[in-house]
């Protein structure tokens, strides 16, 4: 599965969005980019995944290049209970193991 | 539904000790898998098993065993606990995915485990 690599830590204002960049350059034609979230030691959370278009969910958009090489993540109005570690994992379709980095931490501020 | 299950939430052993943590699913998820996690790390895979009767090993697998004899349950199992195993382990099921398809995983709370 291809490696991933995500800035360690970011800020945002409550209310604003909240945007998590994600570089993945040696991305396989048939691996997924999947988001997991993980609030304080909590067991992380599924947030969203796609293949090559952009996808859109309750919680949050996903916008993949057009090389596929890069993703955001986007929380259009982020709260104070965002505030987690995102991890971006991408993984092809067929395997189950998920491999997770160090994430990003994500601070979101009153 | 309860989703994914853990128990105990904390346990304290000594050294040399075995116990099992449980993980339970009612959503009749094919896929299983354990994940330990340390201080300031990312998650990673100790084991997992893609149905009953089927287990395999992940990244870190040594001192650990598995096994699945029904699709609801895969206990964890420390035969000799060292403080090295002090952790958490998060415990996780997913439905079984496809080369088209590709489906979330979902994750329990949790066991934070201490070896002395």
């Known amino acids: 599965d291809a490696k991933t690599t995500q800035p360690p830590s970011m800020d945002c204002a409550e209310g604003r969005a909240a945007n998590l960049p994600c570089n993945h350059s040696?991305?396989?034609?048939?691996?997924?980019v999947y988001w997991y979230r993980q609030i304080h030691s909590q067991g992380p959370q599924y947030i969203i995944h796609g293949l090559k278009n952009n996808e859109t969910n309750e919680m949050a958009s996903l916008i993949i290049t057009e090389d596929r090489k890069s993703s955001t993540l986007i929380l259009p109005h982020a709260t104070l209970r965002d505030t987690a570690v995102y991890y971006c994992?991408?993984?092809?379709?067929?395997?189950?193991?998920?491999?997770f980095g160090k994430g990003t931490l994500l601070t979101v501020n009153p | 539904n309860a989703g994914v299950t853990q128990t105990p939430k904390f346990q304290v052993l000594k050294t040399g000790q075995s116990m099992t943590l449980q993980c339970a699913q009612d959503?009749?998820?094919?896929?299983m898998s354990w994940y330990r996690q340390d201080p300031g790390m990312g998650l990673r895979l100790i084991h997992y098993s893609v149905g009953a009767g089927i287990t395999d090993q992940g990244e870190v697998p040594n001192g650990y065993n598995v096994s699945r004899s029904t699709t609801e349950d895969f206990p964890l199992r420390l035969l000799s606990a060292a403080p090295s195993q002090t952790s958490v382990y998060f415990c996780a099921s997913s439905s079984q995915v496809n080369r088209d398809t590709s489906y979330e995983q979902y994750f329990g709370p949790g066991t934070r485990l201490t070896v002395t």
């Open positions: 040696t991305i396989s034609g048939n691996e997924y």
């Open positions: 959503m009749n998820h094919e896929y």
């Open positions: 994992i991408v993984m092809r379709s067929s395997n189950y193991k998920l491999t």
